[in-house]
């Protein structure tokens, strides 16, 4: 009797459980229309570009004090192995591929800011600092510094991004890293920018100095010559919102080699990128590097040598030439509902140099994605990526992985 009682209960447990979330879902999906202009104020773009506003924190002195950032909880599951579980980072593929795969819960990407304004100086400069952190600094979610930098006027004094970077064509992406080929990083500079006209601006900036190259032991790395950048931007179409940008890169790599001879090799490059806009749902956003020695400021290599190499018997470092390239077309079905698809490709010289077998050749990433705005602060997305490396003795490795993203923007 006990028993039926039990499984009776059981059944009306069930379906009072079901009702509840056939209402839930019901009520949900109701209220799931295009209520404002949700998609276009949340994407990546937006976000990394701190084109997004906090709220006031304080307004005394002649300062305002704002605070903004957001908390991004990823769901990630790898069907492959891979290095970097909590970015798709296509050098960190084992080669050959492992199938052994790896689900990884992480709410490392959130970050957090704060910006202060200062009133105009006498000559109407306006004065701006930053301080910005993500929780990249460890597994567990340590703060790590990002952005730290006053801008006064036309002058830029800290660490932001670099200058040779196009900080203004973000793919609407969920995953951390982006595009393996996209030249992306941030550098303590001093840069000053000229509005040439309403739709033409110039920048020139000298930037944190240091080779990221693998030498002997015997070697040492010198840091004397600043990185020297310069770029053009034009911007065109309705409001300016489009534009071509061109970059140029000098990056002198200071080294001391065996016979403790101070020598200096000259990487330099060209960055030619965009964020045009097809119509009010479609975007196309592109990036062509070319050049020598500059692997540093490449996404997916940078710290892994591949500026320059030299080996035992050498007297000077060679540079590493490497293209790296990637395309991607943002479109919204509705105001809240939008898709991203694009595909990245990064190429080094690496098999026509004496460099040890096995040695990374190339690394392709492709991804694509589908977001719903809930309003213009919350936003899910789930995503699937592939990656793939190739070594120098033709050997490769790759990984497919799926993701699912929740993200409140406050």
């Known amino acids: 009797m006990i028993a039926r009682s039990t499984r009776c209960s059981r059944v009306y447990l069930s379906v009072a459980f079901t009702v509840v979330l056939l209402y839930i879902m019901t009520t949900r999906v109701s209220a799931q229309t295009d209520t404002a202009e949700n998609g276009r104020g949340l994407t990546r773009n937006m976000i990394e570009g701190g084109k997004t506003q906090g709220f006031l924190f304080t307004d005394v002195k002649g300062i305002r004090l704002q605070f903004s950032g957001y908390v991004q909880a990823d769901f990630i599951h790898d069907f492959k192995e891979i290095g970097n579980i909590h970015a798709m980072q296509p050098s960190t593929i084992p080669v050959p591929s492992l199938s052994d795969g790896n689900t990884a819960f992480t709410v490392r990407q959130s970050r957090f800011a ?138 002198p790599i200071d080294y001391r080699n065996a016979d ?45 040598g591949l500026d320059g190499y030299a080996g ?53 990433y492709a991804s694509f994605n589908t977001t719903y705005y809930f309003t213009s602060f919350f936003k899910i997305a789930g995503e699937v990526l592939y990656g793939k490396r190739e070594n120098t003795d033709d050997k490769s490795g790759d990984d497919i992985r799926a993701q699912f993203s929740a993200f409140f923007k406050f």
């Open 114 to 251: 704060f910006t202060a304004f200062g009133a105009p100086d006498a000559k109407g400069r306006a004065l701006k600092a930053v301080l910005e952190f993500d929780l990249w600094g460890s597994l567990s979610g340590a703060p790590r510094l990002r952005h730290a930098y006053i801008q006064h006027g036309k002058w830029t004094f800290g660490q932001y991004w670099s200058n040779f970077m196009d900080d203004d064509n973000w793919p609407n992406i969920m995953d951390y890293w982006g595009p393996n080929s996209y030249v992306w990083t941030r550098q303590v500079q001093l840069r000053f920018t000229q509005q040439l006209s309403p739709s033409m601006k110039f920048s020139v900036s000298a930037e944190q100095p240091g080779g990221d190259v693998s030498i002997p032991a015997s070697w040492s790395n010198r840091t004397v010559y600043p990185d020297v950048t310069a770029a053009f931007q034009k911007n065109f179409g309705k409001n300016n919102i489009s534009h071509i940008r061109l970059a140029g890169l000098l990056h």
């Open 260 to 304: 403790s001879t101070k020598k200096t090799s000259i990487g330099a490059a060209f960055n030619l990128s965009g964020n045009i806009t097809l119509s009010k749902n479609d975007d196309i956003k592109f990036q062509f590097a070319y050049g020598t020695g500059y692997g540093k400021y490449s996404e997916d290599i940078s710290g892994e």
């Open 312 to 364: 035992v018997n050498d007297k000077s470092i060679t540079n590493i030439n490497m293209l790296a390239t990637w395309l991607y077309y943002d479109h919204f079905w509705t105001k809240s509902l939008g898709s991203t698809i694009g595909y990245g490709y990064l190429k080094l010289n690496t098999a026509d140099l004496n460099m040890p077998a096995g040695t990374l050749k190339a690394t392709h």
